[in-house]
């Protein structure tokens, strides 16, 4: 079983940067994947960001790549976000979600429609804006 819990959201102007925060807690396996999602009202839960809990390379988004980095802090197993350049088409609420290596596999050739659905433990969501 696995716990999330995210925070860090808020709001912020064009431009700015917010760093989301996301503990996880339970048993977590060492090549599980760790992905970022976010849904816009009204529209689709769309992927971020996602990669191998135990390292490698990071696989974002075309919408975010340049602008965000994840990463994780595992002498306290949390996992970050850092947002840069935020535009206000980021704006959404924002989700870390743990799934099987096959996510991070259907990540890594670009089949971000899928992600989603690969994903089981997901945490309950931390709303970000961004003004223009």
């Known amino acids: 079983q696995v716990r999330l819990a995210e925070s860090g959201g808020g709001s912020v102007q064009a431009g700015g940067s917010l760093r989301l925060y996301c503990a996880a807690s339970?048993?977590?396996?060492?090549?599980?994947?760790m992905g970022w999602f976010r849904q816009a009202s009204g529209k689709e839960r769309e992927g971020v960001t996602a990669g191998y809990i135990g390292g490698g390379d990071r696989l974002y988004a075309d919408s975010v790549k340049g602008r965000f980095t994840a990463g994780h802090d595992s002498a306290n197993n949390t996992h970050y976000l850092q947002m840069n350049a935020l535009k206000p088409e980021d704006t959404a609420m924002y989700y870390c979600?743990?799934?099987?290596?096959?996510?991070?596999?259907?990540?890594?050739?670009?089949?971000?429609?899928?992600?989603?659905?690969?994903?089981?433990?997901w945490g309950q969501g931390t709303q970000v804006t961004v003004s223009a």
């Open positions: 339970g048993t977590t396996a060492p090549t599980a994947c």
């Open positions: 979600a743990a799934g099987p290596p096959q996510a991070c596999r259907e990540a890594a050739v670009g089949n971000w429609v899928a992600l989603p659905r690969l994903f089981g433990y």
